[in-house]
């Protein structure tokens, strides 16, 4: 028989349907899945056969979901500030991330998962870097974080060129890797296809990596594109045409592509990412930090465009956190559509099961219902810097909320964070390996 586990909660914000919320409630688990959400009224904790957390003053929502995260930069944060993308990636995250041996990726990895599940983040889709990558599933398989990643495709870099691989071999090698890792881990890891952006891949290797990913069911293909006007620009010199009008001329463009950024979009563009129905990934604070400029998101919204949100990696935000991506997605949008755009309960939804649908999750996570996987965040909402009226608790998470609220992390019906605390990684001792191995790293640059 299945392990049973109770939670008990102050109030449970389910981002169902009809976006239930109960209040003085208790959810039940079975194994990996939720078996019912009741009053706890009708809960006999006596009778209970299974362990029972009690957060009766903490608030219950579905794990956080980010679709654009790069855990090998982690090691970068700090390092590559107040640049333009195209200097960015040219003069620092290039060179850093081609220096980057198998401890320093591991270390980078720890760190940035470590902070993702500390603020609440319990799905992640993963850029990856081009070399190492077996390091990235093998730290994201010991966390118990669900999670699509894939080594980043770079086969012409004029921007570095040391940092890239043969196009043949890296064919060869997404394969096996895709072969090895694709649904390990109880099905909570997938392999995702990652071509870096349209300046760093062939042809060949763009329509080879799509096509392959035929093979491995609910895979995810993810790129960069039209982020910063400099690298589109760039696409028009290199290949004669605006970015999206490249990507979907090979057959890139459906609803298994997810696009980072897509700032910069003209009308036609647009029709095309709706048309395939495309997903955007909205990364905000990475959109603000490298001067990319702010994407028409509730346009894409208004069109039906499938949007979700992403912190991007730490050197470009410089934090990790969903709470402020969902913050500045609430913000950036206002001043020019308005204050009504962009409210708290959309915002929310965006991080929740608009994030599992964009991924092909939705019958298993981004929100809480029976049936579905437990993946479950605790916020503490009772302090002195939160709203005491309680009106609307998804001002109260999107306004006010931030990663240090996050209390208890549930990822597949096992506790991950618990008091504050990471459970698999130790943080002093990550960040002492951390620095240990950035300093080696620069010194190889
Ligand atoms: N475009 C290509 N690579 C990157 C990257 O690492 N970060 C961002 N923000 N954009 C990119
Ligand atoms: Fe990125």
Redesign the pocket.
Known sequence: MSEKKAVIAKQIVTCDKNSSIYKNAVLEIAGNKITSIKNIDYFDKSSFDGNVYNFPNLTLVPGFIQTHI?LC?TLFRGLADDLL?LD??KLK?FPM?NALDKESMRASVQLGISELLLGGTTTILD?GSLRHHQIVFEELIRSGMRAFSGK?LIDINDLYPDFKSDTKDTLKEINELADSFHGSNNEKIKYSFSP??V??CTEKLMRDSKEMMRDFHGSIYHT?AS??KE?IKEVRNKFGKENIDYLNSLNLLDDETIL??CVHLNESEKSQIKNTQTRIAH?PS?NLK?G?GIAKIPEYLKDGISVSLGA??AP?NNNLSIFNEMKLAALIHKPFYGPHSMDAETVFRLATIEGAKALHLQDDIGSIEIGKKADLVLINLNKSDKPVSEENVYSDIVYSASSSDVEFVMIDGIPVIENKRCKIFDEEKIIASAKEELQKLLKRI
């Open positions: 790069h930069q993308l960015w990636l995250i991330e850029m980043c870096r952006f300046l760093s960069h982020e910063n690298e980072a950024h990364c990475s490298l990319s991007d990696g470009c």
